[in-house]
């Protein structure tokens, strides 16, 4: 039986919850257009958007809902590292995945994990928790390819078949 992947599933229902917002993304006009259509909006009623970067825009209406919606992600985020007393449970499994996602592996560079998570290095290093969970993590991604390297089955971006603590 395998263990619940607690970031996973987090990042999975903030996937959700973004992707369902209603929300643009336009590289030229066409697609601008079709992104003001798409938003309930006339193409000429461009004083009722804003940008959010990236090519995003959204209405000016929800902007309000939309920052309430990235503070309650992030505040999500710090109550599960918060509640992971041993750094084994949520915290273990975030930089796992991150680690892996940012092939920590090629680089054994921690810092676009850690950005990823939005850990800053001196709080990784402040923090007994996250010291144990990213030293644990690099070595399941250090194991996994030295396996790899030795003619095991190489798939860096499967984070489900890293072995956890």
């Known amino acids: 039986m395998s263990k619940t992947n607690l970031y996973t599933e987090l990042k999975a229902r903030h996937e959700a919850d973004i992707n369902g917002f209603p929300m643009q993304f336009a590289f030229n006009a066409s697609q601008f257009t079709e992104g003001m259509v798409a938003l309930g909006l006339d193409p000429s009623e461009k004083d009722k958007v804003c940008s959010i970067g990236g090519g995003g ?17 992030e505040d ?10 041993t750094g084994a449970g949520y915290i273990y499994d975030a930089l796992l995945y991150e680690l892996a996602n940012h092939e920590y592996g090629l680089t054994l560079d921690d810092a ?42 190489n798939n860096d971006h499967d984070h489900n078949n890293i072995e956890h603590a």
Do not use: Y
């Open 112 to 153: 676009p994990a850690l950005m990823a998570l939005g850990i800053t290095t001196e709080r990784a290093e402040g923090d007994q928790r996250i010291t144990w969970a990213l030293s644990k993590a690099k070595k399941a991604i250090r194991f996994r390819a030295i396996n790899n390297k030795q003619g095991g089955e």
């Open 57 to 73: 825009f959204v209405r000016k209406a929800d902007v309000d809902r939309l920052e309430a919606m990235m503070q309650r992600h």
């Open 76 to 85: 999500e985020r710090e109550a599960a590292i918060a509640v992971d007393e």
